[in-house]
Structure formats: C-alpha cells, structure tokens
C-alpha cells in the first residue's frame, strides 16, 4: 500500500504524493500544537504585546504610494492607531458568521458554523478598502452528519460533527425544501463535497432540510440508545417530529405532501428493483418505508471553515486588484487560503504555519521603500498639462508650429515646412482625433493641403471637426511663417 496516497483527500490530483500528516507527537486531538504555539509566544512576552478584546477596524494605507502604515483597532471603546514599521500581516480567519458574505458569496441564506461562532470577514472588507484582490471566495468546507449537513441549532448555536451510520442506512433519507430527495445519503464525502456529475460539490443548500425515517428506523435509534445508553446526538429523540401519515408530516414540515409522498414511492420502487435510479445510493442501505407512524428531525447546512479572502503571493504578499503587492500587507491562514476548490485534508493548518512564518519573515524585513513611488515624490505629476507642452517638438529652419483647440479631442498642432512661398510639408505633431475617419484626416488632408499649397481644400468625409482643426492650425503656421517671411 503506498502510505502517503492514502493521505491525501484528493489522491487523483497532481502532488498529492507529497500530502503527509505532520503530528506534534504520537497522538492527535488533544490540542498539541496549539498549546505549543501558544507556549512559544509567552516565552517571548518581552517582544511580543498581545490584544484581546481588541477588535480591528481598517488598514491605515498612505495615499499615493499605498503603503500599508498601520491597523485602526477598537480596543475599550477607543479607536486607536497602531502604527507598523514594515508590515501588516493579515490572519482574521474566514467569514463564516457574516450571513451577507455567506449569501453573496457562498449562496446560502444561513449556514451553521461547526467551528468559532466570532469570524465576521472583518479581514475581507479591511482589504477591500485598500485594494486587494479577492480570491476563492466560493469554496468552503464542511463536515456535520451528512455531506454538507449537520443537526439545526439555536441561532449562534454551533453545529455537531458525528459519524452516525444510522442516519444514512435504512429507511431513512433527506429532504430539500419541496419534500423531495436531492442527493445520496450514504456518499462518500471529502470535507461535505460529493461528486456531483464528476465534480465534487457540496450538495445544495436547502432553507430547512430534514431527514424523514419511519417507524422501523426510529425502533433502530430506540434500540441503540437502550443499548448504548445515550446516542450520539443526546438531544435527537426530543427534537423528532412525528406523526401518523406523510401527508400530515408534510404540512408539518411545510413541504409539498405531493412530493413527500412521491418521493417515498420512488425511494420504495429503487429497493424493490435493487438501484436508486435518483442518487445511486448503496441498495443495501436502503430498506422500503412501512406504513408509519413518520418522523423528522430538522437539519442544516454547515460550515467548517472558509478559504476565500485577498489573494496572496509566495512571499505571502496581499496582491491589489492590479496583481502587483500591496507594500508592507501580508497574510496567512485561511483568510485568502490558497485551495481553489479541491481540499486536501490538512491544508488548513499546513498553509497557517507555512505562510504564517513566510508573512512574518517578510514583514518583518526592514523597508527602504526605494521601489514604491511617495506621494510626496508623485505631487505636481500632471500628464495631461504635460501634454499641452510644446516645447519638445524639434522645429528646423523654415519650420513653423500652428495649433488650434477645434479638434473632436481636443488641441491639434501641426509643423509646417515654408520656404519660397510654398506649403512644403505639413505633420500633424500632436492630436487626440478620433480612430476612425479623424485619423483619416490626421494622415490625409496635409498631403492635399501640400499639393493645393492652401488650407482652401475639402474636409475629409465624415472628420469635418478634425479637417476644420487640422486646417485652422495650418493657417496659424502660416500666420507666423509669413510674418517671418514680411
Ligand atoms: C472543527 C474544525 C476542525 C478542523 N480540523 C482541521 C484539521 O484537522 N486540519 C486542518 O488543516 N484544518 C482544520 N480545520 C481548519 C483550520 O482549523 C482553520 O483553517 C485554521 O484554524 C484557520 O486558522 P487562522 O489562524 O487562519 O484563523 P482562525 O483560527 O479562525 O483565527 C482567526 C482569529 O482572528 C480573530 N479575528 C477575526 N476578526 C478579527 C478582527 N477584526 N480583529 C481582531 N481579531 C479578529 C478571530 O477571533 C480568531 O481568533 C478545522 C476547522 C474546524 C472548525
């Protein structure tokens, strides 16, 4: 058996050879390397302040050069300004309790998070404001009781993760919001993705799932919990809605009992014929609905963490939205995680401890900033007054400028060669004509002007304003040519 395939959640992906667990010590779930991180950080009291209860509002970012100064922070109920020699490092974590970026971005109304009840996206609206680009902001993972699915709770309520076969084997299936089946019970999943037509996804979000069984299968939890003296979910038996027919469990589920019901005739008929023709769940895990009574318990879409945020770079540098580094801003952890969609188990915390010591060994370089133009060094720039400058325009003997401000864009300004009387050359030196017929009359009227040795020629079809500039200009040339020549 190649050992390390096994590892990785994903192990048709190109690399995932390298996926490899990575303990503290010879044991897991006991907190390990929090504790140790912790520890780490208290040695270093002298050198290292830390703020709890103290809220981050927005970046402090200097005009111009767009450097990241500082972070405002509510600490108190005082505002303050923390100033940060060489950089600001970004580590709010995901956007799980923000029911907006949940909607906008992650299309549920509501997802019940399995993991911290405090991580609002405070980190996404900080660098929106000074610029960054968003990335991966759709992929998010989950865990629960059923792909993508864990029990209803209480509003800030956290969800349960449980492994509990009977909730997918038997005569037992879910329910989205029309009373009907929408995905298989019993699949595998990879942190709440099924394959879904040869991609992985979440199954749709649903307002109120439910997971429906009948009486056999309430007889089965029964036993379990005489046998094992309490379920893994202790609150399960208070919380089923039960009733005498379908049509009744479906007015109190507020579903279609049309849909409810057929969806149980469909689900009996895929056991009789030994194949679930919806989902392709296990035939085995199926067992045909009895006559009731019926039961439901209200379940709910989760959230174990999320991956969007501001996209970083390899010296885990916050990119703008012009892909160039925002100075001094850096980030790390799951806050603009790097995984697009696909996640392999453990990338998480792997990505927290590589760009979180990546992020802080480039903050905390020393900056000369010699690359990043000041604001200060940037004021009085003024390409469009710039424009307006003649002064560079080389002009020979017998050359002479004219200009006029009747172009469609603007200012036209030609060189005039004169020598013997004679229009010798016109060059239309500076313009902002149109790209269509004014430009025609940009690369045309001189040379007819030329050969009349006059303004007095037809305008270029469909560039009269571009024709009237060119000439009017020329005529200003002409104008100072011959009171040269006078
Ligand atoms: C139940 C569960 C199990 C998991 N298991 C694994 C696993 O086995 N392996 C794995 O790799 N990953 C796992 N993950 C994911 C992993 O834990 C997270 O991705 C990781 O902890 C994120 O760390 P972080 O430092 O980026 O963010 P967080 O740990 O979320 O920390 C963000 C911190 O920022 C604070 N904060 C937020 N806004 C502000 C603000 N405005 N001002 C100041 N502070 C703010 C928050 O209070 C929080 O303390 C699991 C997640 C959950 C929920």
């Known amino acids: 058996m190649n050992y390390k395939k096994t590892m990785a959640e994903y192990p048709e992906l190109k690399g995932s050879d390298t996926v490899d667990f990575a303990l503290v010590h010879k044991r897991d779930k006991d907190a390990a390397l ?80 399995l993991g911290t009840l405090y991580n609002r996206g405070d980190g996404i609206h900080m660098v929106q404001e000074v610029g960054a680009k968003l990335w991966h902001m759709a992929n998010y993972e989950s865990h629960g009781i059923l792909p993508g699915l864990t029990f209803k709770e209480g509003e800030n309520e956290r969800g349960r993760q449980i492994a509990w076969p009977l909730l997918s084997h038997g005569s037992i299936f879910v329910i989205a919001d029309d009373g009907t089946r929408y995905f298989q019970e019993d699949a ?17 979000n649903n307002q109120h799932p439910y997971i429906v069984f009948d009486q056999a299968q309430y007889n089965d939890f029964k036993q379990q919990l005489d ?32 849909n409810l019901g057929q969806t149980v005739t ?54 703008g939205v012009d892909n160039k580094p925002i100075p001094h801003l850096y980030g790390a952890g799951e806050l603009g995680g790097i995984v697009a969609n696909c996640y392999q188990g453990g ?24 690359d990043v133009v000041d604001a200060d060094e940037a004021n009085g720039i003024n390409d469009l007054a710039d424009g307006e400058n003649l002064s560079n325009v080389k002009l020979d003997a017998d050359q002479y400028l004219g200009s006029s401000n009747a172009g469609l864009g603007g200012k036209v300004v030609v060189r005039l060669t004169y020598t013997g009387n004679k229009i010798q ?25 030329v050969a009349a040795n006059s303004t007095d020629v037809d305008a270029i079809s469909g560039a009269s304003a571009s024709s009237r500039a060119i000439k009017e200009a020329v005529k200003d040339a002409l104008g100072k040519a011959e009171a040269m020549h006078n």
């Open 227 to 258: 046998d094992e003296g309490r379920l893994p979910y202790p609150e399960f038996m208070d919380k089923l809605v039960k009733a005498d027919t379908l049509p009744e469990l479906a007015n109190k589920l507020d579903v279609s009992a049309a």
């Open 266 to 319: 469909d689900f009996n008929a895929y056991k009789a014929e030994g194949r679930d023709f919806a989902f392709g769940r296990n035939p085995e895990s199926m067992r045909a609905f009895d006559g009731g009574p019926y039961y439901a318990i209200a379940a709910a879409n989760d959230v174990l963490n999320t991956q969007g945020g501001p996209q970083r770079n390899e010296n885990a540098e916050i990119l």
């Open 34 to 113: 929090w504790k140790l991180l912790r520890q780490k950080v208290l040695d270093r009291t002298d050198n290292i302040d830390v703020w709890l209860s103290s809220r981050a509002q927005h970046l402090i970012q200097e005009p111009g050069s767009k450097i990241i100064r500082g972070v405002q922070i509510e600490r108190d109920g005082k505002l303050l300004n923390i100033h940060a020699n060489n950089g600001v490092v970004m580590t709010s974590g995901g956007f799980e309790n923000n029911p907006e970026l949940v909607q906008t971005y992650l299309h549920s109304v509501r997802l019940t998070p």
């Open 347 to 370: 990338g998480n915390l792997a990505e927290c401890l590589v760009f979180g010591k990546l992020a802080g060994e480039h903050a905390a370089v020393v900056k000369t900033d010699a």
């Open 188 to 204: 595998k999943h990879r942190h709440g993705h099924i394959t879904t037509h040869g991609s992985w996804l979440i199954p749709m």
């Open 425 to 449: 050359n016109v060059e239309v030196v500076q313009h902002h004509e149109s790209e269509d017929a004014g430009l025609v009359a940009v690369s045309e009227l001189p040379k007819e002007i």
